[in-house]
């Protein structure tokens, strides 16, 4: 059984996130599916398709607050209140 949990359903709801197979993210206003339980904020950036990754900065919305996410950083989705991710673009400008 495939069964899809969407994260951001589960924090509004305030309830655990179940282990899963699958896993509903929001990256921006899309939602993307992995059958992982934990991503890097390098992986969760390719596969939202913000390449290359060193080009934006990935923020996690958790009860309200925003935290940024390192590309090297482990997210574990079954962690309570991951509500969705926030990518913002870093100006490569040169002074």
Known sequence: MNTEIDIE???KKNKPVP???RYKIKVDREK???DQECL???EILTL???TP???YQLNQRIKGSVQKVGY???VDFTTPGIERFMT???DQTEG
């Open 88 to 90: 913002l673009p870093l």
């Open 72 to 74: 090297e950083e482990k």
């Open 48 to 50: 939202a398709g913000k």
């Open 19 to 21: 282990n899963g197979k």
């Open 32 to 34: 993307y599916v992995t």
């Open 53 to 55: 990754h060193t080009r």
């Open 40 to 42: 890097t904020g390098k």
């Open 9 to 11: 359903e589960f924090a």
